[in-house]
């Protein structure tokens, strides 16, 4: 069952308490920390494109990449309406080309646990590592092992809005890592008729010292890991991480 369908079309209305705003602070605090103030930067899973634009409209020449056509379609309609200059491409993250490189790349929101097999997160930080400039950063965040476990685990989470109602039903197995939800989207089609959809999710719980481990294995220079939107190492308790990554291996 394909992801990111049904749920594409109201993604935005249901992430609507997403910080977004914060997180574009954040990330161009990053950036401009290891020396990325413009250049063009890559958006790796980047969905509706909502944190595309925020880094376009501070002065990035942004490229956005996602495998959903669904979710990049409203990135499209929010460029088009917008005018910023955008460069979307329907693509698997395991297997991305670009035509160049890129000072940074960048992917919040999880887009990383959706790797499920180890050897993707290689796959993908090698990628990444091939396309990045000399020196060049990748930011990315992580769902915990602790948010997994602690604050999912198997939850069912229900929501009824005007346009549309999802029913998340969750599973977590501790020995595989493996984060199942099971999405039932009700989208308003008209003021009678709603459409149903089905979706199942999957991804994966790393923990830091596997990426460490496969960034090693990729030939890229772990530089930090922060706990949440801050510049203080993870805790047991960190719902969410950001990693630092930096590109070896071309010479400046």
Known sequence: M????GFAEVYDELMDDVPYEEWAEYLCGLLEDYGVRDGLVLDLGCGTGSLTELLARRGYDMI???LSEDMLQIA??????????????L???REFELYGTVAAVVSLCDSMNYLTEYEDLVTVFKLVNNYLDPGGVFIFDLNTVYKYEC???????????DDCSFIWENYYDPDSRINEYDLTLFVR????????????HFQRAYSLEEIQRAAAEAGMEFAAAYGGCSREAPQGASDRI???????????
């Open 64 to 66: 956005g990449v996602d």
């Open 151 to 161: 604050l999912l685990g198997e939850k069912t989470i229900a929501e009824n809005r």
């Open 189 to 200: 089609e008209d003021r009678q008729l709603y459409r149903r959809y089905e979706e199942v």
């Open 242 to 252: 950001y990693v630092i990554l930096r590109e070896q291996g071309k010479e400046g």
């Open 2 to 5: 394909e992801a990111y369908t």
């Open 76 to 89: 499209a309609e929010k460029k088009a309406a917008s005018g910023l200059d955008i460069l979307y491409l």
């Open 91 to 93: 693509q698997d993250m």
